[in-house]
């Protein structure tokens, strides 16, 4: 089934309609994440460990939910699959929360994975929609440059930026990711009826 241009159009005006309608939530979300990430750059070391924490949490909650409910549909295929998957995340859940350092170098492997991947799309979304967000698209481009940059700096300084890296570089992300968000709810607010 073909997607015709009218289509595309109509898609087109329905996100710029969201995004005028919404532009509020967008702007606190921004606000909310500067603040955040000023923190984190300010105490990296704590920053760090208390996001390896929160992960090692999500790890056991998601765990300890996968085993219940993997108990709960014993007759369905895959048991033994979703109950070693399960202990997997308790397991590694419990050993983030003992051991949050060792969490922290392995969570540096993953942010850099994370930020070259955030890089390229917030590049490819800041070009797709320079048109739509004239001014704040430049916001998002250097968004998704220094997601590059971040994850750059990372491997650099491997492995003794583990104690800090994840803090610092979540709180830079952050600033710059709240920045570009504000400046998005706050073109977003002045798009035109007409334009949608």
């Given at each position: 089934?073909?997607?015709?241009?009218?289509?595309?159009?109509?898609l087109?005006?329905?996100a710029?309609?969201?995004?005028?309608?919404?532009?509020?939530?967008?702007?606190?979300?921004?606000?909310?994440?500067?603040?955040?990430?000023?923190?984190?750059?300010?105490?990296?070391?704590?920053?760090?460990?208390?996001?390896?924490?929160?992960?090692?949490?999500?790890?056991?909650?998601?765990?300890i939910?996968?085993?219940?409910?993997?108990?709960?549909?014993?007759?369905?295929?895959?048991?033994?699959?979703?109950?070693?998957?399960?202990?997997?995340?308790?397991v590694?859940?419990?050993?983030?929360?003992?051991?949050?350092?060792?969490?922290?170098?392995?969570?540096?492997?993953?942010?850099?994975?994370?930020?070259?991947?955030?890089?390229?799309?917030?590049?490819?979304?800041?070009?797709?929609?320079?048109?739509?967000?004239?001014?704040?698209w430049?916001?998002?481009?250097?968004?998704?440059?220094?997601?590059?940059?971040?994850?750059?700096?990372?491997?650099?300084?491997?492995?003794?930026?583990?104690?800090?890296a994840v803090?610092?570089?979540?709180?830079?992300?952050?600033?710059?990711?709240?920045?570009?968000?504000?400046?998005?709810?706050?073109?977003?607010?002045?798009?035109?009826?007409?334009?949608?």
């Amino acid at each position: 089934m073909a997607v015709s241009q009218t289509d595309i159009d109509q898609l087109h005006r329905a996100a710029l309609a969201s995004l005028r309608e919404h532009w509020k939530f967008y702007l606190i979300e921004g606000i909310i994440l500067v603040a955040l990430g000023v923190v984190a750059v300010v105490v990296p070391q704590v920053a760090t460990v208390a996001v390896t924490i929160l992960l090692g949490w999500v790890f056991l909650i998601s765990g300890i939910f996968g085993l219940f409910t993997t108990f709960w549909m014993r007759g369905v295929p895959g048991f033994w699959w979703s109950l070693l998957s399960a202990v997997l995340a308790i397991v590694v859940g419990v050993m983030i929360g003992v051991w949050p350092i060792g969490g922290a170098i392995s969570l540096t492997y993953v942010l850099i994975a994370f930020f070259l991947v955030e890089g390229v799309a917030s590049i490819m979304f800041a070009l797709e929609h320079r048109r739509d967000l004239r001014g704040a698209w430049g916001w998002m481009l250097v968004s998704g440059l220094v997601d590059l940059a971040l994850g750059g700096i990372i491997v650099a300084g491997l492995p003794g930026a583990a104690e800090w890296a994840v803090g610092l570089l979540v709180g830079i992300n952050m600033v710059f990711g709240g920045a570009a968000l504000i400046a998005m709810a706050l073109r977003a607010r002045r798009i035109a009826p007409s334009a949608i």
